[in-house]
């Protein structure tokens, strides 16, 4: 899809009354808000309105067959929209509010727009824990679909300053409250025939596992490979710099930018002291950084596989996988 033509002027607003108002304003007309969460900055619509979710689709240039992450208040509101099992009502009360997504079966009576499922009969859904998406929900009384505020086929944005950059002429307004906190979408987890991760991301197989004893932390983990648990529309350009990556470096040719990690210095760094958790929420930002830089192509130093590790080693594979 090509996005909107004329370009509309984007504005950035500073978190508080004034911009939740303006935000609840859009979305009640069927606009979309780029509004940060506690892990990516997203762009919300209201999912009950199939032509406010088209514009989502629209602005990002998204093929239309990629579901999308519908964010509700608490867990009463995800109850009217999706069936819990057991393990999803275990899931939801250890981990929400928080960077969490379940992806259930959808209630036959749910008014989503089925173009935010597109058209599957299972949904993804998460209860955020940030105060301006938190704010935006409570005041459009609304569940709001909301993928990255990235153009299709870009980075993340963890700053209101990358969404202006991907998305500035597509979109009206974005809500600035300052970097996100994780840096990494959410972990997303489906339920269905057994618990298993379908995206890693910022709560570990390892904190997943330690709800259901009896289940290894190795039978939980995304299973590479295995098309029938793999979440649909996980395109491997999703998580692309424009430039070519190569992962596992330890020495950077004259025409790449090194991305270094702990001591190994380059000409940036995911964490100088080989803090995962730091490097995840650099993840992102650092990308942008290589991708605005001189040199035409990108290399990174090996990143442990522990932990947060493995959700930045699921982004970096997917980033060189495109050249
Ligand atoms: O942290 C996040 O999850 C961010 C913030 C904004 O909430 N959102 C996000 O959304 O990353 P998005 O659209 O970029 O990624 C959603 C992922 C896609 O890989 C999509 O295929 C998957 O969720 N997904 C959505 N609905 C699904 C479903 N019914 N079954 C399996 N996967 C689904
Ligand atoms: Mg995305």
């Known amino acids: 899809m090509s996005p909107p033509n004329p370009p509309v002027p984007t504005r950035t607003l500073p ?9 609840t304003a859009t979305i009640a007309a069927g606009g979309v808000v780029a509004v940060p969460t506690e892990t990516v900055y997203g762009l919300a619509a209201d999912a009950t309105d199939s032509r406010a979710v088209a514009g989502i689709y629209a602005a990002k240039g998204r093929p239309s067959f990629n579901p999308l992450i519908v964010h509700v208040l608490d867990r009463a509101a995800a109850e009217a929209i999706a069936i819990f099992n057991a393990d999803a009502g275990a899931l939801a009360d250890a981990f929400w509010p928080g960077p969490l997504t379940l992806v259930l079966p959808l209630r036959a009576d749910a008014a989503i727009a089925s173009l935010v499922t597109a058209g599957l009969d299972t949904i993804a859904i998460r209860v955020p824990a940030h105060r301006a998406m938190r704010a935006l929900l409570a005041a459009t009384g609304k569940p709001l679909a909301a993928p990255s505020a990235n153009a299709s086929g870009a980075i993340s944005p963890t700053r209101a300053a990358h969404v202006l950059t991907s998305l500035g002429g597509r979109i009206p307004l974005i809500l600035d409250d300052g970097p996100t906190e994780a840096g990494l979408e959410s972990t997303i987890v489906a339920t269905t025939g057994g618990v298993h991760i379908l995206r890693p991301g910022p709560i570990t197989s390892d904190a997943i596992a330690a709800l259901f004893p009896g289940s290894p932390s190795s039978a939980i983990a995304k299973q590479p490979g295995n098309a029938a648990i793999t979440a ?15 992962l596992n470096a330890t020495i950077a040719a004259d025409d790449e930018w090194l991305i270094g ?11 100088a002291t080989g803090d995962l ?11 942008h950084r290589a991708d605005a830089s001189p040199q035409p192509r990108i290399a990174i130093f090996p990143i442990p596989a522990n932990g947060l590790g493995t959700a930045i080693n699921d982004r970096l ?7």
């Open 261 to 271: 990690f702990g001591t190994s210095a380059g000409d940036d760094t995911l964490s």
């Open 317 to 323: 594979r997917r980033a060189a996988h495109q050249d």
């Open 232 to 246: 649909p529309g996980q395109l491997e350009s999703h998580y692309a710099p424009t430039k070519p990556l190569r």
């Open 277 to 287: 958790t730091e490097a995840a929420a650099n993840l992102f930002a650092a990308l």
């Open 15 to 23: 978190y508080g009354e004034a911009a939740i108002a303006d935000a």
